[in-house]
């Protein structure tokens, strides 16, 4: 709602010319002596009247960086843009996108979308959709049945989707009550969500609450397809999935490896201050890409490689310092001491030692295409710059984006990286750590409010057992501990960690602080988990309005509609999957075989050409909201222009789904169902065993934001200030945004200027530029994540702390006490006194937010007695009761002026030096554990590499024998049959055990697609062991069986035409398009810089193909095949890889095109791509495939400009 | 040199080839951008258009550890002695204090003398509002305390703006080669000026920069005197476009003796 008029001076500070009068030299005095030369205006060449514009700040639309955005407007129409000069991150500039943004506005854009449709015409039939394998297949198909819409009013809308949805879950039987309790199984909700990463934290927030209150886990967003290996592998290893650092730190970078990223065209605002270290000398830019990029023309050392071949790489890093490296990195006390940090077992790492041994520079040489001497410069650059060689003063970053992360191994490819940098000392410092860079302005933000089918939002764990919910109720009969009080009752078995009090170990942190979580959501969200009576959590009924276990991915759900029956519906939310997902043809087929598609978009998109209905949603800048940048930095954006016609926010229409839905039924709470009306809160009396009743709370769902309170009418009726604060309290990651004692957004805050010293981090934010005024940052305002030591170590300093006694919300451990800070400790509003006191004590550690103590553990609620989310969030109104026992048992309940507490919904734990040192990160992480019994005697048990690798190498010439006579995929398929599991083999001393990998660390897999064969024997790929992608080579349902012969593995299973050449294709984003190309293509700024589709194809192969530049090729597999123009670069390699180092072409695909929009053509890449899974996320390996190339007749290209392509809309049916 | 000259500075040492000064350039001149069809480079438009005033040209150079991606800024230069002021016979061009050289569209009789003149060959003539149009250095930013917008979008400083000599000094005492300072007799000094240390040597080496950078820019048809010139380009704004055509004939002719002479 801030909006200022144009402030002249500071429009002016930019350059400081002022209005000085200029002294004319003497050219052009000699020119000018007969003419005063002219005086302009402000804008006067483009006319535009800049003086008479009103300005509206908000937060760049595109990328992840958080650009800081401020557009001119006069009345509705947006006439400018500038970068925002005060934001630190972008310090006023913009990248073309951010640049061309203006164009998304309605009044540029006659192609928005500006009322809801209905479809009157069939859409694409599943049947014909199946026999497609080429692009004019597919043209053929879609333009038969191209849509035709009717416009509706939004009620017609709802109530039409209101009615289907009810049909189908009428269809299948949708009730909550189970044979033990009343819940939903999440992953057979009949109708799949994709909501996209372009929503703000608050639609975010809702659109999952929505989910899991309709019953349904069957919700994805496409950070699915970016960077869910990312947060798997870092979060598993270190605590969180985040980037460690800030844009801004990477300039303090000493060495920094671009391996699967290309910030200066995915990310190009970052390398503002990348460059910067660059240019000061103290930077070495290492980039290590299949192609040469734009990145890559500003490295110090660069190295082509081959796609999928990354673990190697990293492993030869690891070989370097421990093999090669004299003294090996393991010998020096700064390594000693950095593990001990991390908790990290010396024998963990004497066992990944002994992986990394077997990786040779020339044996990663072989895999990876890089020349020895080249592998060696580069490792010996990263390590040399690193925290343990150099006593913690220089620091080796790792940069990555979807090059890292989509592989079916992506997982254990982000875990490497992590893992290379606990070994060498560079994490948890400013200029050093992780920077995993995202793509979508909020995906982090989404990602963090976890559209996501596995986990609440803030990475809370979803039930999956009713044992669950009753050891859960246990815990609130104990007063809500935090781990150190909490008493796991005996019944509940040992899955939840010790159960003696005081004993705490990761398992038990982990579940006090996932029920914690849990119920922060009963409370904001008015539902109810846990049993009736409340009073026997063993035997009473089990009632969860939070179902159970995961639902479908964006990457299985086409499954669970093709294969599994289940899904018969989708709502789809800014996001465009029949161009992002990988084998796109199995995606049409899905969306073909439903019964209801409703797609809210702001274009008619390629995916509403299978759509039901379709609505029209509103672009970032028309919206209120909070959005988290890639290094987890909250902005706030405000609303520049109202969105065209009768679009809506995405909130809105949230709201009124929901509305509608629970009119008609859709949504029914297991508590509704049961009757569960009211909850006792009862806290069991430690020494007499009695219950003694703190408070009674109103069971009744919460989903009411219409507070009047902004004057725009939609956002009157969807108030995302109240869904902020409310994210706030239910969200534990976030906890601290707002603050409750001055009532503000710390989102909008906007102070760009440095802490002083004495302020809270304040020597760490002007050394390192953290800018902690500026918005906010997860965790608890730490802009560094895992920063214990810079202050100690770095900075060879510390700061002292004191807890006056009596005076905060704290423990014995800290009441009273100086503490010593030395590293960055974030800030909280403290829950007595309201003041900012330091979060992480001594400074934070990996696990930070989720390792805590409770001021008043056992004692009270978590909000000390939140009851009542109106209350709550309307009128920031608690009731405080707190249960006082005494020794005797005898207690007294007394309220929050008694106790001292001024601010109950802030903060009341406390992280002290035991939580920090508690945690231990996974060096080694085994991903599989245990055994599986295969009913025949045998016994597959997973297994290490100590005993894996005795076996490692019979399993590979197995597999080469079944493959050199029936080929990959059957040998594939055999040998899983045969042993019960995928890398697995028997054990040479018992052939009734089965040894099966445990994953435990990253070794080298193949892709699943591999050019060389010996390699592919050598090191197979991991897919085959998740269900999922065994389905590809094995479709498990009859209709589907013909799908496996799309999947070629190797050469030698394509059937390639004649002349053409087997490859090995990647993929990749531009600077000048975006994804989908949706929110480029359609602008012409853009389009005019890169219009067509195209590959890149190396200069020697297109030689040997006769290929000229501008030619038509031929790009195909068994999949599909699609035609694309030719660019002929030697930014491409040719590569010697292999054993015989034979050599292979690698080329390259932008897969910013679609058949919707401008700029069209149905020479989709994504359908040539393969959508091999990632073991643990479900990520598709989509940076490496096989296709062949071959030279094409002009005639097959069907791109046209399509500049006037609007929806066809029929009026008055 | 006086007070109030400036420049813009370009090094594509710094540059990662991104083109938001392309798109900036756009948007805050309302130039419409171009359809335009593939790239084989990625430079597109591949030249410069009434309507696009800059473009950045890619250009790949060498192969395997050689191998070189240039990224380079082209627009008009801004010259001191600006060969197409002194061509205009309509005084539509004017050179601002500051180094612009802005073609006036409200004074531009659409003669083409100017793109004659330029060997940059930067200015586009638009058949359709008989006009020609060219970067204007954002005049009416500069002239209201704004850097040009090309230099105000990128995000990684590659195009600076500031004070002329404090700029260029800047440049040279921290090593790098700068192009335009003091190019020649024809052109003067470049408002626009080039400035790298990683392609040193290179600037106007034709296989690297030079085939736009050239070393000696110059135009067979040389300077023209304003004095001689500007009352009859008063004079024929309303004459048809045969009798200019004559006019440049003459004009043509008696110039090429002036410099046979002045050669002499």
């Known amino acids: 709602m801030e909006e200022h008029a144009i402030r002249r001076r500071d429009f002016l500070k930019l350059v400081g010319l002022g209005t000085v009068p200029l002294l004319l030299s003497d050219s052009a005095r000699k020119v000018l002596a007969l003419d005063q030369p002219k005086r302009y205006g402000l804008g006067e060449v483009g006319h535009k009247d800049i003086e008479a514009a009103r300005e509206v700040r908000g937060v760049c639309a595109y990328c992840a960086v958080g650009c800081g955005i401020i557009f001119y407007r006069v009345g509705d129409r947006v006439i400018h843009v500038e970068g925002d000069p005060d934001n630190p991150i972008n310090e006023g500039k913009l990248c073309p996108k951010g640049q061309a943004s203006i164009e998304l506005f309605g009044d540029h854009n006659p192609r928005r979308l500006r009322t809801p449709m209905i479809r009157v015409n069939p859409k694409p039939p599943l049947e014909e959709i199946k026999k497609v394998r080429s692009q004019e297949e597919l043209r053929a198909v879609l333009e038969k049945y191209k849509p035709i819409w009717k416009p509706v009013t939004w009620e017609d809308a709802f109530e039409y989707i209101s009615r289907r949805i009810k049909e189908i879950l009428d269809e299948v039987g949708w009730d909550p009550r189970q044979s033990d309790g009343y819940y939903y199984f999440g992953k057979k909700f009949p109708v799949m969500i994709e909501a996209g990463a372009k929503l703000t934290n608050e639609e975010a927030y809702i659109i999952k609450k929505m989910a899991a209150l309709m019953g349904s886990h069957n919700i994805d967003h496409d950070a699915r397809r970016c960077h869910s290996t990312t947060v798997a592998g870092l979060a598993g290893t270190v605590g969180f999935g985040a980037q460690t650092q800030t844009f801004i730190d990477t300039q303090f970078i000493s060495a920094y490896l671009i391996f699967g990223g290309n910030p200066a065209e995915a990310h190009p605002v970052s390398m503002r201050h990348t460059l910067r270290g660059k240019e000061k000398g103290t930077l070495k830019l290492i980039v290590v890409d299949p192609r040469y990029n734009r990145t890559a023309s500003q490295a110090d050392i660069f190295a082509f490689f081959r796609p999928g071949s990354d673990l190697a790489f990293l492993l030869y890093i690891l070989h370097y310092a421990f093999w090669e490296r004299n003294p090996p990195v393991d010998q020096l006390d700064t390594f000693k001491e950095y593990a001990q940090r991390f908790n990290v077992d010396l024998d963990e790492i004497n066992e990944f030692k002994e992986i990394a041994k077997e990786y040779t520079a020339e044996e990663v040489s072989r895999i990876t295409g890089i020349p020895v001497e080249k592998l060696r410069l580069i490792a010996q650059t990263f390590v040399e710059n690193s925290g343990v060689t150099t006593g913690f003063k220089k620091f080796a970053s790792i940069q990555w984006a979807m090059g890292m992360t989509q592989h079916h191994i992506g997982t254990q490819i982000t875990r490497l990286s992590t893992l290379v940098q606990l070994t060498l000392g560079n994490m948890g410092f400013p200029g050093g750590g992780l920077n995993p860079y995202r793509g979508h302005s909020n995906v982090q933000g989404t990602t963090d409010m976890c559209i996501l089918s596995h986990i609440l939002p803030g990475y809370i764990k979803q039930p999956s057992s009713t044992l669950q919910i009753r050891v859960y109720q246990d815990w609130k009969n104990q007063g809500f501990p935090d781990a150190w009080n909490w008493e796991i009752p005996e019944w509940a078995g040992s899955a939840f960690g010790p159960n003696e009090k005081g004993k705490v170990n990761s398992t038990k942190v982990l579940w006090s602080w996932w029920f914690h979580n849990w119920r922060k959501f009963e409370l904001t969200w008015g539902i109810f988990v846990g049993t009736d009576p409340e009073s026997d959590p063993q035997n009473g009924t089990v009632i969860s309005d939070i179902p159970f276990g995961a639902g479908y991915t964006e990457n299985t759900w086409w499954q669970g509609a093709l294969f599994d029956d289940v899904i018969k519906a989708a709502i789809i939310m800014a996001e465009n999957p029949a161009v992002s997902n990988a084998d796109t043809l199995t995606e049409y087929m899905a969306l073909a075989s439903l019964k209801l598609l409703v797609v809210v978009d702001l274009w008619e998109t390629e995916t509403a050409t299978f759509a039901d209905v379709l609505l029209p949603g509103a672009v970032q800048y028309e919206k209120y909201g909070s959005i988290t940048n890639s290094n987890r930095w909250l902005q706030w954006q405000d609303r520049v222009v109202p969105p065209p016609g009768d679009a809506k926010p995405d909130l809105w229409i949230m709201l009124k789904l929901w509305e509608y839905f629970r009119k008609n039924g859709i949504v029914r709470l297991p508590s509704e169902v049961y009757g569960k009306s009211r909850e006792n809160v009862l806290i069991k009396n430690p020494k007499k065993g009695e219950f003694v009743k703190l408070y009674e709370r109103r069971v009744r769902v919460f989903m009411d934001y219409a507070s009047g309170r902004y004057p725009d009418p939609d956002y009157a009726e969807a108030d995302p200030e109240l869904v902020y604060r409310e994210i706030d309290i239910a969200v534990d990651l976030y906890n601290g945004m707002y603050d409750w004692v001055r009532h503000k957004i710390l989102a909008k805050r906007r102070i760009p200027i440095l802490r002083s010293e004495d302020q809270i981090d304040g020597i760490l934010d002007r050394t390192y530029l953290m800018h902690k005024d500026w918005g906010w940052s997860w965790p608890k305002n730490v802009r560094i994540l895992y920063n214990l030591w810079t202050l100690s170590k770095t900075l060879e300093r510390t700061v002292t702390y004191r807890f006056p006694a009596g005076r905060y919300a704290v423990g014995p451990e800290l009441d009273g006490q100086t503490v010593t800070i030395t590293g960055e400790t974030g800030e909280i509003r403290d829950s007595k006194t309201g003041d900012w006191r330091p979060a992480f004590i001594p400074g934070h550690n990996f696990v930070i937010g989720k390792f805590y103590k409770r001021a008043w553990s056992g004692k009270t609620d978590v909000f000390t007695g939140a009851v009542d989310p109106w209350r709550l969030l309307y009128d920031e109104e608690v009731v405080g009761k707190f249960v006082i026992f005494d020794e005797n048992g005898d207690y007294r309940i007394v309220g929050l002026e008694e106790m001292g507490v001024r601010y109950p919904i802030a903060e009341s734990f406390y992280y002290d030096p035991e939580v920090v040192f508690t945690g231990k990160a996974s060096y080694k992480k085994p991903f599989f554990k245990g055994t599986k019994d295969l009913g025949d005697g045998r016994v597959v048990k997973y297994v290490g590499y100590y005993e894996w690798r005795q076996v490692k190498d019979a399993f590979s010439q197995e597999l080469a024998q079944l493959a050199q006579s029936k080929g990959l995929k059957e040998a594939i398929i055999e040998l899983k049959g045969k042993y019960g599991e995928w890398y697995a083999y028997p054990s040479p001393s018992n052939p009734s055990e089965i040894w099966a990998w445990d994953m435990r660390y990253p070794i080298h897999y193949e892709p699943a697609e591999t050019i060389c064969k010996e390699l592919a024997y050598k090191y197979p790929a991991m897919a085959w062991r998740r269900a999922e992608n065994f389905n590809l080579i094995s479709p498990p349902k009859e209709d589907f069986r013909d799908l496996a012969d799309t999947v070629n593995l190797t050469p030698e299973e394509m059937r390639a035409p004649e002349g053409a050449e087997v490859v090995v294709a990647t993929t990749n984003r531009m600077v000048e398009h975006f994804h989908t190309g949706q929110l480029t293509r359609n602008l012409k700024l853009l389009a005019e810089l890169v219009p067509e589709p195209f590959v890149e194809i190396p200069k020697p192969l297109a030689d040997r193909l006769g290929i000229k530049p501008g030619d038509i090729v031929e790009v195909g597999n068994n999949r599909n095949r699609i035609y694309l123009r030719a660019m002929v670069t030697n930014r491409v390699p040719k590569l010697k890889i292999g054993p015989q180092e034979k050599e292979y072409f690698v080329v390259n695909m932008p897969w910013h095109w679609g058949w919707a929009g401008a700029h069209r053509t149905y020479g989709v890449v994504n359908t040539v791509s393969g959508i091999y899974m990632d073991t643990v996320t479900t990520m598709q390996e989509t940076k490496t495939f096989l296709v062949y190339i071959k030279k094409a007749s002009p005639d097959k290209y069907d791109y046209e400009p399509g500049e006037q392509n609007t929806p066809e809309v029929q009026l008055g049916r | ?264």
């Open chain 2, 1 to 264: 040199m006086a007070a109030g000259e400036k420049a813009i500075l370009f090094t594509p040492d710094s540059c990662i080839g991104c083109r938001a000064c392309q798109v900036a350039c756009h948007v805050w001149n309302n130039t419409r951008p171009e359809v335009t069809d593939f790239s084989p480079t990625l430079t597109n438009p591949p030249d410069l258009l009434p309507n696009a005033w800059m473009i950045l040209k890619y250009k790949e150079v060498g192969e395997g550890d050689s191998f070189d991606w240039l990224f380079f800024k082209r627009q008009c230069m801004h010259c001191s002695n600006a060969p197409c002021a002194e061509a205009c016979p309509a005084g539509a061009i004017e050179v601002h204090p500051e180094g612009a050289v802005v073609i006036r569209q409200d004074k531009c009789i659409g003669c083409r003398y100017c793109v004659e003149a330029c060997p940059y060959d930067v200015p586009r003539y638009d058949p359709i509002t008989n006009k020609v149009y060219k970067c204007t250095m954002c005049i009416d930013r500069l002239q209201n305390g704004l850097e040009p917008a090309c230099v105000s979008a990128c995000p990684t400083d590659a195009l600076v703006f500031g004070d002329y000599e404090e700029l260029v000094s800047k440049y040279r005492a921290a090593g790098y080669e700068v192009y335009g300072d003091s190019v020649n007799d024809y052109v003067g000094r470049t408002h626009y000026v080039y400035a790298t240390k990683r392609w040193s040597g290179k600037l106007t080496d034709p296989s690297y920069f030079g085939d736009h950078l050239s070393k000696d820019p110059r135009k067979t048809i040389v300077s023209f005197t304003k004095s001689v010139v500007k009352p009859i380009g008063w004079t024929l704004t309303g004459l048809t476009v045969i009798g200019l055509l004559g006019h440049l004939a003459l004009w043509r002719s008696k110039r090429m003796e002036e410099v046979k002479k002045g050669g002499e």
